[in-house]
């Protein structure tokens, strides 16, 4: 699961990966590193659970769509430093915790993220629309088409209620209005021909 940054429940999860030897120093410095944002205004969660494993941690984070995973090792310890992965493309970023204006460089990162997700889910919103604005009837229009339940389908539509009826009866999909981008520019209705406008047809659950 990919959350924007506005409504996932956290910005960061810390992710200590330590060993016996390193446990204690390891945890003590991803307690500094959540300590350090949380006075940025920016909301971190740290999994310090000792018995789950890094992969099963990582999984979590995924899972829960959390936007910046941070890991903290012995690298990281040794260097002042925090690996952050962005969710959306996996890329991996190092700062150090004394990073000039870090707290700016992080808001820009989230912001990139969220328009990231945003460009994506327009992307597959524009890619699951199919125009059958060329067909001048329903009869034309339906009889050999098979509407699949995933897609948006734009169709003339006068936006009187008999014709929405013969539509959908039709069809079996519901007549949502009038499609925004399109709304001054005037077209025949596919079914009784009077002047209408570019409407979306698409599958109500």
Known sequence: MKLLPGIAPK???????????????????????????????????????????????????????????????????????????????????????????????IKKLLKQIRKTQQDIVFKDFIERQIDLTCYKTITEAFDHLLLETDRIYLINWCGRKVCAEKIESKTNFSLLGYDHESKTIQRLCIVCQSKGHQSVLAKRY
Do not use: C, W
């Open 11 to 105: 910005n960061f999860i810390i992710i200590p990966i330590f060993n016996r030897k390193n446990r204690n120093a390891i945890l003590s410095y991803a307690r500094k590193v959540q300590k350090h944002l949380s006075t940025f205004g920016f909301t971190v969660e740290l999994d310090d659970n000792e018995i789950t494993r890094p992969g099963n941690k990582f999984y979590r984070s995924e899972r829960f769509g959390y936007p910046l995973r941070i890991e903290v090792g012995q690298r990281e310890y040794q260097n002042k430093e925090m690996t952050i992965i962005r969710r959306d493309t996996f890329q991996k970023l190092i700062f150090n915790l004394d990073t000039k204006n870090l707290k700016r460089e």
